[in-house]
């Protein structure tokens, strides 16, 4: 599974490194000099990656629920799941709500 990181937090621990180029252990030869240079390569490269459409996964779980329905010959119960996240109702439970996409696989099968 691909990994994704935030643009703004590679760019923030640049700019701490920035600061005080003691927190890159790269070697002992390297000036603080050469090490701003090899930071600043760093930066540029980081901006010009291309960013990746991703979202965050919203996790939900399948929760016990009825529908009461009725019409002119009576009222009728419907038993099913209910997401957590929307409060949408099915007759049956899946791997992901249909009506807001949310994950029902538990944390462990994310």
Request: aromatic share 6%.
């Amino acid at each position: 599974m691909a990994e994704y990181i935030e643009r703004e937090a590679a760019l923030e621990w640049l700019m701490m490194c920035h600061r005080d180029t003691s927190a890159l252990t790269i070697g002992e030869s390297m000036t603080a000099g050469m090490a701003n240079s090899v930071l600043a390569a760093a930066e540029a490269i980081i901006q010009s990656i291309p960013t990746a459409d991703v979202k965050p996964v919203v996790r939900g779980e399948w929760k016990p629920s009825a529908m009461i329905t009725s019409s002119t010959g009576g009222v009728w119960r419907t038993h099913g799941v209910a997401c957590s996240v929307c409060n949408s109702f099915y007759l049956e439970k899946t791997n992901y709500c249909p009506n807001c996409g949310a994950d029902m696989r538990g944390e462990d099968n994310g």
